[in-house]
């Protein structure tokens, strides 16, 4: 399991810290859940493509496949803007 801090960051730019728990990695693609509080985001811009920067330097392009006011399941590839 991969584990650590990161960025999420929305669209339009917004900046959320995030704590990220990827479960599977097969080659570039990982799978997992980010826990932040999501309590004030319109659900809205989780529908768009994000990407979350971890501390250790990767960056993963994610997408949400399920949301809630404490965590964001996600599934997404490594690398992006």
């Given amino acids: 399991m991969h584990t ?14 995030v704590v990220y728990r990827f479960g599977s990695n097969w080659g570039d693609t990982r799978e997992g859940f ?22 250790d330097g990767t960056s993963v392009v994610i997408a949400v496949t399920h949301s809630s006011d404490r965590y964001l399941a996600v599934i997404g590839r490594l690398g992006g803007p």
């Fill in 34 to 55: 980010l826990d932040c509080d999501t309590s004030e985001v319109d659900a809205g811009v989780l529908l768009d493509r994000l990407t979350v920067f971890c501390d």
């Fill in 4 to 17: 650590g801090k990161g960025v999420l960051v929305l669209r339009g730019g917004r900046r959320m810290p």
